[in-house]
């Protein structure tokens, strides 16, 4: 009956996917710095401001902006802006720190930008009589989204270039926003 629900599976699946994503390229990026650049765990941990901080702080934009715009438009401007970060990594991250700080800025502002309109989302897809058991699902992709993320993502990470694993992370992206355009297609009227 849950995952009847239209728009509920596709944004759980946003979710898992949204995790997948950041913390794959997190394990990815922290081994290529350290192996490839020689970075030391303070170093390579300040090299990870740039998402950082976003994460930490859109949350209490997000709010407002989804309020604002509505929680499908938010999510959809979050999916084109992790897209962004994980394309620049491919282009920019192999070269230097910076950029990968400049593409784990568009990350970190997705990642962020996306929390509130995904949780959001999947709790007013989910039946009233449902909304616990929503939770826990939802709960669960994440963590699971974190695992599967580090073998994946992070298992792709050789050499001196994080392209494969920024591939990796834009082809989840793009799967993440083709989960985010079904799911609000299946949207009622009067949600998102």
């Known amino acids: 009956?849950?995952?009847?629900?239209?728009?509920?599976?596709?944004?759980?699946?946003?979710?898992?996917?949204?995790?997948v994503g950041y913390y794959g390229l997190v394990f990815a990026i922290s081994v290529f710095l350290q192996q490839v650049h020689g970075y030391g765990p303070v170093a390579t941990g300040l090299c990870f401001l740039p998402s950082a901080l976003p994460i930490t702080f859109m949350p209490l934009v997000a709010g407002r902006v989804n309020a604002r715009l509505g929680a499908f438009r938010v999510l959809a401007i979050a999916t084109v802006?992790?897209?962004?970060?994980?394309?620049?990594?491919i282009?920019?991250?192999g070269e230097t720190p910076i950029g990968v700080g400049v593409g784990?800025?568009?990350?970190?502002l997705g990642f962020g930008l996306a929390t509130v309109p995904q949780i959001t989302l999947v709790m007013a897809t989910a039946p009233e009589h449902r909304t616990a058991i929503a939770s826990g699902l939802l709960s669960a992709a994440r963590s699971s989204g974190t695992m599967i993320g580090v073998a994946l993502i992070g298992g792709l990470q050789s050499g001196n270039t994080i392209a494969a694993p920024a591939t990796a992370a834009?082809?989840?992206?793009?799967?993440?926003?083709v989960a985010t355009a079904v799911g609000g297609r299946r949207l009622p009227a009067h949600t998102g």
């Open 1 to 19: 009956m849950l995952f009847r629900a239209p728009g509920f599976r596709e944004f759980v699946l946003v979710g898992l996917l949204l995790f």
């Open 81 to 89: 802006s992790t897209t962004i970060g994980g394309v620049l990594l």
């Open 91 to 93: 282009f920019l991250g």
């Open 104 to 108: 784990l800025t568009f990350i970190g």
């Open 170 to 177: 834009v082809v989840v992206y793009l799967l993440m926003a």
